[in-house]
């Protein structure tokens, strides 16, 4: 499913190396479908151990320009480039690199919490002998990890977004983008995702980060971008 280099290096990430240096430019990016705007030209740099928090009223555009910097969506005008080449999600260079939460991700209503993380570890080329344990280690940053053995549909809309949340973190990345990750979780749940965010960027990620929470934004975003709409 994945070239070989992207999964190399995919693998190299997951075993604690350092990530490598990583830029994320997006140069006067807008996109517009029959009319209609959805992203005025905005442009940002983000490099590794870096935020970028996104903040806008309902509609401005952050969805859109997410899914312009995970490579789903083309811009109308602009240009959205990772190291200066393109971002295209079906590419296995783009996957092996960017790490994205916009929208709900695929679930599968017969394999349990535990059993998805296994599953998405062994995609990236994870040891199968320390799958369970590393994956459990994943649910229980997010406390949930006394939920590994429930189906999906059997948790509360909270524990359904941490769940989200562990799925994108736990695979291996250079560039997180995360579309309102605090969405239905309470304000402890909030903390906790902070610090796994802060740790990420201590590591070396790059973070890209749609957000309506203040606190959240002001702990993470070394630069907060208004996204003002059409
Ligand atoms: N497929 C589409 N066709 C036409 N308009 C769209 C489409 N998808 C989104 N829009 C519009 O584009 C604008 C930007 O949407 P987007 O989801 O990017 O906003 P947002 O800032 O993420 O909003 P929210 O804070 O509510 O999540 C909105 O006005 C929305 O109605």
Same mark, same amino acid.
């Given at each position: 499913?994945? =070239? ?21 430019? &997006? ?10 705007? +959805?992203?005025?030209?905005?442009? +940002?740099? &983000?490099?590794?151990?870096?935020? &970028? &928090? ?46 994205? #939460? ?23 080329? =994870? ?32 524990? @359904?977004?941490?769940?989200? #949340? ?7 990345? @250079? ?22 965010? +802060? ?21 993470? =975003? ?9």
């Amino acid at each position: 499913m994945f =070239g070989r280099r992207a999964q190399a290096s995919a693998t190299a990430a997951a075993d604690g190396t350092p990530a490598a240096p990583v830029t994320i430019k &997006v140069s006067k990016a807008g996109k517009d479908i029959d009319g209609s705007v +959805l992203l005025a030209p905005v442009s +940002l740099t &983000v490099r590794s151990g870096r935020c &970028v &928090v996104l903040r806008g009223a309902n509609g401005s555009g952050k969805t859109t320009l997410l899914k312009i910097i995970a490579g789903a969506l083309e811009p109308s005008t602009g240009s959205a480039t990772l190291d200066d080449g393109p971002l295209d999600e079906r590419d296995a260079a783009t996957r092996a690199r960017v790490a994205a #939460l916009v929208g709900s991700p695929t679930a599968y209503r017969d394999l349990t919490l535990i059993d998805h993380l296994v599953l998405i570890d062994s995609t990236w080329g =994870g040891a199968i002998d320390t799958a369970d344990e590393r994956a459990d280690d994943m649910l229980a940053a997010l406390e949930i990890d006394h939920l590994s053995e429930r189906f999906p549909h059997e948790l509360s809309s909270g524990q @359904q977004q941490l769940f989200h #949340l562990a799925m994108v973190l736990f695979r291996p990345s @250079q560039v997180l983008l995360l579309d309102e990750p605090e969405q239905r979780l309470d304000t402890h749940k909030r903390e906790v995702l902070t610090q796994i965010l +802060l740790s990420r960027k201590a590591a070396g990620t790059a973070l890209v980060v749609a957000c309506h929470d203040p606190v959240m934004t002001s702990a993470l =975003g070394d630069k907060v971008l208004d996204i003002t709409g059409a």
